[in-house]
């Protein structure tokens, strides 16, 4: 079974950092798609950042080059190290991971940017 698990989510102050971590299965591997999204209160799900095996990735033109997304697809893992935090990234970041054409989404992790 496949279970992505976000980790990393916490308060922090505006300009600070946080590094979020999801791993898409402890027992499946051969995912050939991770990425990260968000959702804020009363808006959309949007894409943050992704990546494939081949290493391409995409990123949203909202972090403004603040966010990197880096993968280790061996582990199954992939990370979105994200500085300059701002109040409006506060939202709940999910981990979206893909094996084959079957797509799995985490429960969330929650970043809240406040002074």
């Known amino acids: 079974q496949v279970q992505p698990v976000e980790s990393g989510g916490g308060l922090v102050q505006p300009g600070g950092s946080l590094r979020l971590s999801c791993v898409a299965s402890?027992?499946?591997?051969?995912?050939?798609?991770m990425g990260w999204y968000r959702q804020a209160p009363g808006k959309k799900r949007e894409l943050v950042a992704d990546?494939?095996?081949?290493?391409?990735?995409k990123y949203a033109d909202f972090v403004k080059g603040r966010f990197t997304i880096s993968g280790d697809f061996a582990k199954n893992t992939v990370y979105l190290q994200m500085n300059m935090l701002e109040p409006e990234d506060t939202a709940v970041y999910y981990c979206?991971?893909?094996?084959?054409?079957?797509?799995?989404w985490g429960q969330g992790t929650q970043v809240t940017v406040s002074s």
């Open positions: 402890e027992t499946i591997f051969g995912f050939n798609y």
């Open positions: 990546i494939i095996s081949n290493n391409s990735i």
């Open positions: 979206k991971a893909r094996w084959g054409d079957s797509t799995y």
